[in-house]
Protein backbone atom coordinates (compact mmCIF):
# COMPACT_ATOMS: atom_id res chain seq x y z
CA UNK A 1 0.00 0.00 0.00
CA UNK A 2 3.13 2.19 -0.32
CA UNK A 3 3.73 2.19 -3.71
CA UNK A 4 1.03 4.73 -4.96
CA UNK A 5 0.75 8.68 -4.85
CA UNK A 6 3.98 10.86 -4.77
CA UNK A 7 6.96 8.85 -3.21
CA UNK A 8 9.80 11.27 -3.67
CA UNK A 9 11.03 12.81 -1.02
CA UNK A 10 12.13 16.33 -2.56
CA UNK A 11 8.38 16.49 -4.24
CA UNK A 12 7.04 15.47 -0.69
CA UNK A 13 8.75 18.17 1.09
CA UNK A 14 7.10 20.87 -2.14
CA UNK A 15 3.98 19.62 -1.42
CA UNK A 16 1.67 22.07 1.05
CA UNK A 17 -0.36 20.69 4.14
CA UNK A 18 -3.94 21.49 3.94
CA UNK A 19 -4.91 23.04 7.58
CA UNK A 20 -6.88 20.82 9.82
CA UNK A 21 -9.22 22.20 11.76
CA UNK A 22 -9.10 20.73 15.90
CA UNK A 23 -13.03 18.75 16.12
CA UNK A 24 -14.00 18.85 19.97
CA UNK A 25 -16.46 16.47 20.57
CA UNK A 26 -18.78 17.70 22.92
CA UNK A 27 -19.69 14.92 25.15
CA UNK A 28 -16.11 13.62 25.22
CA UNK A 29 -14.58 17.15 26.68
CA UNK A 30 -12.40 15.67 29.62
CA UNK A 31 -12.19 17.58 33.05
CA UNK A 32 -10.03 20.09 32.32
CA UNK A 33 -8.56 20.66 28.85
CA UNK A 34 -6.62 23.72 27.22
CA UNK A 35 -8.61 24.96 23.97
CA UNK A 36 -8.53 27.74 21.48
CA UNK A 37 -11.30 30.09 21.63
CA UNK A 38 -11.00 32.45 18.80
CA UNK A 39 -6.99 32.83 19.31
CA UNK A 40 -6.98 32.48 23.32
CA UNK A 41 -6.45 29.45 25.21
CA UNK A 42 -9.40 28.89 27.82
CA UNK A 43 -10.11 26.37 30.03
CA UNK A 44 -12.44 25.78 32.70
CA UNK A 45 -12.22 27.48 36.08
CA UNK A 46 -11.35 24.54 38.67
CA UNK A 47 -9.28 24.81 41.20
CA UNK A 48 -9.28 27.32 44.63
CA UNK A 49 -5.91 28.63 43.66
CA UNK A 50 -7.35 30.00 39.97
CA UNK A 51 -10.68 31.26 41.74
CA UNK A 52 -8.43 32.84 44.43
CA UNK A 53 -6.03 34.65 41.73
CA UNK A 54 -8.73 35.99 39.43
CA UNK A 55 -11.03 37.42 42.57
CA UNK A 56 -13.86 34.81 41.52
CA UNK A 57 -16.41 34.36 44.41
CA UNK A 58 -17.45 30.96 42.95
CA UNK A 59 -15.55 28.10 40.82
CA UNK A 60 -17.39 28.93 37.64
CA UNK A 61 -17.22 30.17 34.26
CA UNK A 62 -13.87 29.80 31.72
CA UNK A 63 -10.63 31.23 32.95
CA UNK A 64 -8.94 33.05 30.03
CA UNK A 65 -4.70 31.38 29.99
CA UNK A 66 -3.33 33.22 27.23
CA UNK A 67 -4.32 35.35 24.41
CA UNK A 68 -2.80 35.47 20.70
CA UNK A 69 -1.70 39.20 19.74
CA UNK A 70 -3.57 40.25 17.14
CA UNK A 71 -6.08 37.29 17.25
CA UNK A 72 -10.00 37.89 17.61
CA UNK A 73 -9.66 37.82 21.44
CA UNK A 74 -7.07 39.95 21.93
CA UNK A 75 -9.53 42.89 21.30
CA UNK A 76 -11.30 41.95 24.31
CA UNK A 77 -9.89 39.19 26.59
CA UNK A 78 -7.11 39.26 28.74
CA UNK A 79 -5.09 36.81 30.88
CA UNK A 80 -7.37 35.85 33.94
CA UNK A 81 -10.19 37.30 32.83
CA UNK A 82 -13.08 34.74 33.27
CA UNK A 83 -16.18 34.33 30.61
CA UNK A 84 -19.72 34.07 32.70
CA UNK A 85 -21.14 34.16 29.43
CA UNK A 86 -21.92 34.34 26.17
CA UNK A 87 -24.81 35.35 23.88
CA UNK A 88 -27.04 35.48 26.86
CA UNK A 89 -26.22 31.80 28.12
CA UNK A 90 -24.27 31.25 31.45
CA UNK A 91 -20.89 29.64 31.03
CA UNK A 92 -20.76 27.41 33.73
CA UNK A 93 -18.04 25.32 32.32
CA UNK A 94 -16.43 24.96 28.63
CA UNK A 95 -19.20 22.73 27.11
CA UNK A 96 -21.53 26.38 27.93
CA UNK A 97 -19.18 28.58 26.19
CA UNK A 98 -18.44 25.98 23.19
CA UNK A 99 -22.02 25.51 22.76
CA UNK A 100 -22.99 29.21 23.23
CA UNK A 101 -20.68 29.88 20.33
CA UNK A 102 -21.90 27.77 17.95
CA UNK A 103 -24.94 29.68 17.84
CA UNK A 104 -23.45 32.95 17.02
CA UNK A 105 -20.61 32.42 14.75
CA UNK A 106 -20.08 35.04 12.13
CA UNK A 107 -22.21 37.57 13.97
CA UNK A 108 -22.33 39.91 16.49
CA UNK A 109 -22.90 39.01 20.29
CA UNK A 110 -22.56 40.05 24.21
CA UNK A 111 -19.87 38.63 26.01
CA UNK A 112 -19.61 38.98 29.79
CA UNK A 113 -16.24 38.63 31.66
CA UNK A 114 -14.65 39.28 35.40
CA UNK A 115 -11.36 40.90 35.19
CA UNK A 116 -10.33 43.08 38.21
CA UNK A 117 -12.96 41.82 40.44
CA UNK A 118 -15.75 43.27 38.32
CA UNK A 119 -18.07 41.75 35.43
CA UNK A 120 -17.55 43.59 31.92
CA UNK A 121 -20.55 43.22 29.19
CA UNK A 122 -19.50 44.02 25.47
CA UNK A 123 -20.23 43.58 22.02
CA UNK A 124 -17.80 40.84 20.31
CA UNK A 125 -17.60 39.68 16.52
CA UNK A 126 -17.67 36.11 16.07
CA UNK A 127 -15.30 35.31 12.90
CA UNK A 128 -16.09 32.44 10.84
CA UNK A 129 -12.87 30.62 10.59
CA UNK A 130 -12.06 30.41 14.32
Do not use: C, W
Not at 73 to 92: C, F, M, R, W
Request: charged share 25%.
Amino acid sequence: MDSFGVISHRLKGLAKKPPLSVVIALDRIDENPVVDFMGAKVKNLATPGERSATGMDDTRGVLVLQVESGSGAAEYLQPNDVILSLNGAKVNKLRDLLEAKMTVIGSGTEISIFRNQKEIKMHIELARKN
